[in-house]
T-cell receptor, first 117, second 109 residues
């Protein structure tokens, strides 16, 4: 158990809908990262928050957004869902913020499996 | 040329075999090298983390990095059925880890 929690475990919804995925980082970790994992693309970085502030963006669609709250939990919001958004969504956390030559160890949660019908 | 290449497998071995998992990369800026293990329907779990070229051993697992060839390997000795999982190589530094697509390993008893 990594100490990172994610809810819900599974989510089934229809195209055009909006969902919210939740992540609680390990105790003491200030950074939260969101990744998407699909069979064809592998694990792809979406976005990072550090202590409540957006720190870096990856291949995140404009229909997707995230935030990190004062208690450091994070939510990933996916809107106008399409069939292609079906994937596993992982949250990871680290103590600090990677950048430059520094690489923080990232610990992953169990993921949310999203199925868009 | 892709930034990271990893043979997807699947790789099937009998219990007790030595397993070699490999990744090649093209980005010379990569200085951190990791291996994650992912069981079916679970999140990736960090197995090995290395910074420099050479070998790092942890129990039955050995991570090997060859920066000159841009090649990393994970060796599993005395493989067990519990080692059956997908193994992902990952690279840094960076905000985002760059992952290989994973090699699926099956160890039969």
């Amino acid at each position: 158990d990594s100490g990172v929690t994610q809810t819900p475990k599974h989510l089934i919804t229809a195209t055009g809908q909006r969902v919210t995925l939740r992540c609680s980082p390990r105790s003491g970790d200030l950074s939260v990262y969101w990744y998407q994992q699909s069979l064809d693309q592998g694990l792809q970085f979406l976005i990072q928050y550090y202590n409540g502030e957006e720190r870096a963006k990856g291949n995140i669609l404009e229909r997707f957004s995230a935030q990190q709250f004062p208690d450091l939990h994070s939510e990933l919001n996916l809107s106008s869902l399409e069939l292609g958004d079906s994937a596993l969504y992982f949250c990871a956390s680290s103590v600090g913020a990677s950048g430059g030559r520094l690489q923080e160890t990232q610990y992953f949660g169990p993921g949310t499996r999203l199925l868009v019908l | 040329q892709k930034e990271v290449e990893q043979d997807p497998g699947p790789l099937s071995v009998p219990e007790g075999a030595i397993v070699s998992l490999n990744c090649t990369y093209s980005n010379s800026a990569f200085q951190y090298f990791m291996w994650y293990r992912q069981y079916s329907r679970k999140g990736p779990e960090l197995l090995m983390y290395t910074y420099s070229s050479g070998n790092k051993e942890d129990g039955r697992f050995t991570a090997q990095v060859d920066k000159s060839s841009k090649y990393i390997s994970l060796f599993i000795r005395d493989s067990q059925p519990s080692d059956s999982a997908t193994y992902l190589c990952a690279f840094g530094p960076g905000t985002a880890l760059i992952f290989g697509k994973g090699t699926t390993l099956s160890v039969s008893s």
